[in-house]
């Protein structure tokens, strides 16, 4: 738990902030109001070559490398037409960054250290959460861009207490004390004389964190209830009620108890990552002086640790797609930044193996669901195993030994033993391998479009992120 003195000191901050930045806002905000038909046209386009962005969507494919995107473009990949085709984050590369934390004993970040250098600009010890080496809380750019009178939100298939998303709301030196981050993200703080929430838009996983319970199941601290009666905030717990909701500015949706199923695994229950996108620009956008938005795919990596290539690709797949309806937003508001980054590499990824000078990522197709989910489906109580493997593998040249090794470590209820038999059938026909369980330290790419995307050029740190997206609220 952070001292109550560094949260309070933040809430100070944010005062000061506001105070030196309000002119420039109201200026950027009547322009944008007061746009006359006829000069619309002209003025737009001055203001896509030149302005600042006054919205800034922050997106991070978490564990999503070089090599994991490599595989997708494969994927990808039309085979009646010669050469690899372009995927659609190419046309927006600018650089890459370094993805180093500042941990006394390890030199590979975790998403904790990660997520605090991209959303504050401070490298630290792995499992922090946006607090330095003194466990001292550090500003991240969602707190300014709030004390700035812009609004904010965050999105993940994770838990939204989990390490990326909590990095941007919460202050804690460790990442597993998801109640006290959730307590955090729904806070409220001072913005002008106003009292605001933190965060306005809050969509992902994680009842259990923001509907504390007790061992009985009764709820002991309901978060979402003081958000709906202090703030206003809609909640939601289905797709449908989010896509039906277009009223409210304000908005908590969480879809499960802790992480979202991953894309290919969902319910119908659970939005798509695009979804919850383009309901958070819906909602963020009615701000006319702008927003912040953090949007995280939270699960390539969790794919990564699981070595899980149909998930890798899948979660990948939904990340382009949210991906590219922030773009199409972007193009069509001219002063929306979108970046798109990887907080780390996690897996290994070796597109290709052994000896064979080839790569056949398809396969992942005749997967009906992803390795880790399938695994878990196998080993719930009373699953009928046979059928869920013949069921969802649907890979036409799997052995009977193959199959038994699956079904044997089902039986056995030995999870890493199963997920290990899925991984290798799919593996093996993709010619692909994993050089890791963990994160690993390789660069990653930097994607940028719209005002402000020249910052991002180069090789950069990763806590160069949060500098130069601060750097447009000046
Ligand atoms: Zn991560």
Redesign the pocket.
Known sequence: MVSFKSIATTTLLSATILAGISASTDAAGKEHQGKALGHAKHAKIAQCKNGQPKNVILM?G??MGISQLGAYRYYKDNENVPGLDKISFDNYLVGSQLTLSDDPKLNI???GA??TALATGVRTFNGAISVDKNKQAVRTVLEDYKAAGRSTGLVATSELTH??PAAFAAHNPSRKDEMDIAKQMARTVKVGKEEQPIVDVMLGGGTDFFQQKDKNGKVTLDLVKQMQDKSGFKYVTSRDEMLKDTNSKRMIGLFAESAMNKHIDRTEKEPSLKEMTDTAIQKLSQNKKGFFLMVEGSQP?WSGHANDLTGMISEISAFDEAYQSAIEYAKKDCNTLVIAL???A?GGLSVGTGEKYEFHPKVVDQMKMTHEGLTAKLLEKDADIEALVNENIQIKDITAEEKKAIIDAAKAKDEAKTLAAINKVVDKRANAAWGSKV?TGEEVHVYAFGPGKEKFMGVQHNIQNAENIRSFLK
């Open positions: 991070i978490d564990g970040t975790d998403s990660a997520g390490a990326t990596d990887a907080d780390h996690t994160h």
